[in-house]
């Protein structure tokens, strides 16, 4: 149990921890490279991947949280390693995380939390070796390691409802202490991280940890819109502590238009309030973009009237389904009318194209449009209980499936978001060189 909280302490640079272990090599990488794949052996799909740890080196399968603020695995079951370090209350390292809780040991804290399921313990912080492949933005190259990497303890009730195989995951989130953080910080390369999702479980996609180039077929990285990066001042977490804003990446939608014509919306739902609801978020746990009931129901309706197909009995989780043989289909995937996330302006636009949008089921013949109705926005009162509720707290989630076959590059020192549908550049996801013989 936690007993007693330390301040919040802030740090300068991660690296008076990381990099000095990580140093004793010459060589530093410009970035770093791991495969991801889709995993549907759990109830919904999962975005997996694979980094070496402990000593001696085992490799620990990890979903990728893209909004998670911390690396955590179970250490419950099967975790031996000669160079795993609990970190003590008071240290740098537990500093790094802002609030903690600190156990009766002397050892720091936090919850670590499954985002898939909404369960969160709470675990010892520790830090251990980590190693990865270096890239040079074409193929994997030597394996490097970080030997201070801080995570937390999991256990076997967190881990539950996770895919098959994986006994943590990879936190992504804009705190000190996500992998991305981390792995810049030992190896003093920009604070930037791109991933891109393959749509097919026998591909793999891939993300880097570092700046372009991101060769895949072509280099992406020039060719991304840019749109900023939002802060909801309330965090979206299962688990955190009161006064902590959300470690989720938010961008800021405007408009959605469908067949250039605006969407009917209440627009203030598209902003964050004071009590952190609304706005827009991307997430990689959630398979599908959930949206608030009002919103989803203009989407849907301006969505079947463009389309001008009939629609059919729906199949769940989706309310808005087609015969597949209304549909056409083109190199873009199903011909369907774009949906058109505006950004920042009239310029900047997200295109969410067939492909990303339409979820097809081959073996009855239907084609359903991919987005979830999350129910409706919570009242002030009910802002306590948004998280065990059917109200979301934010409005719109967009989920790992409308990002499948885009590169998204997430810019922590400039807060900036770039994008680019794979589609536009005739190139996908998969298409990363991991035939080296360095890969782990």
Known sequence: MVASLQPLIVLSFLSLFISSSAAQTSFRPKALVLAVTKDVSASTPQYVTKIKQRTPLVPVKLTVDLGGGYFWVNCEEGYASSTSKPSRCGSAQCSLFGLYGCSGDKICGRSPSNTVTGVSTYGDIHADVVSVNSTDGNTPGRVVSVPNTLFICGSKVVQNGLASGVTGMAGLGRTKVSLPSQFASAFSFPRKFA??????????????????????????????????????????????????????????????????????????????????????????????????????????????????????????????????????????????????????????????????????????????????????????????????????????????????????????????????????????????????????
């Open 195 to 440: 991933i891109c999702l393959s749509s097919s479980t026998m591909t793999d996609g891939v993300m880097f940890f570092g700046d372009g180039p991101y060769n895949l077929n072509k280099d992406v990285s020039k060719v991304l819109t840019f749109t900023p990066l939002i802060t909801n001042p309330v965090s979206t977490a299962p688990s955190a502590f009161l006064g902590e804003p959300s470690v989720e990446y938010f961008i800021g939608v405007k408009s959605i238009r469908i067949s250039d014509k605006n969407v009917p919306l209440n627009t203030t739902l598209l902003s964050i309030d004071r009590n952190g609801i609304g706005g827009t978020k991307i997430s990689t746990v959630n398979p599908y973009t959930i949206m608030e009931t009002t919103i989803y129901k203009a989407v849907s309706e301006a969505f079947v009237k463009a389309l001008g197909a009939p629609t059919v009995a729906p199949v769940a989780p989706f309310g808005t389904c087609f015969a597949t043989k209304d549909i056409s289909f083109s190199r873009m995937g199903p011909a369907v009318p774009t949906i058109n996330l505006v950004l920042q302006n009239e310029e900047v636009v997200w295109n969410i194209i067939g492909a990303n949008s339409m979820v097809q089921f081959n073996d009855i013949n239907v084609i359903c449009l991919g987005f979830v109705d999350a129910g409706s926005s919570p009242s002030a009162a009910q802002v306590g209980f948004v998280a065990g509720g059917s109200h979301p707290m934010t409005s719109i989630t967009i989920g790992a499936h409308q990002l499948e076959n885009n590169l998204l590059q997430f810019d922590l020192a400039a807060s900036r978001l770039g994008f680019r549908s794979l589609f536009l550049e005739v190139t996908n996801c998969a298409n990363f060189n991991f035939t080296s013989s360095a890969r782990i």
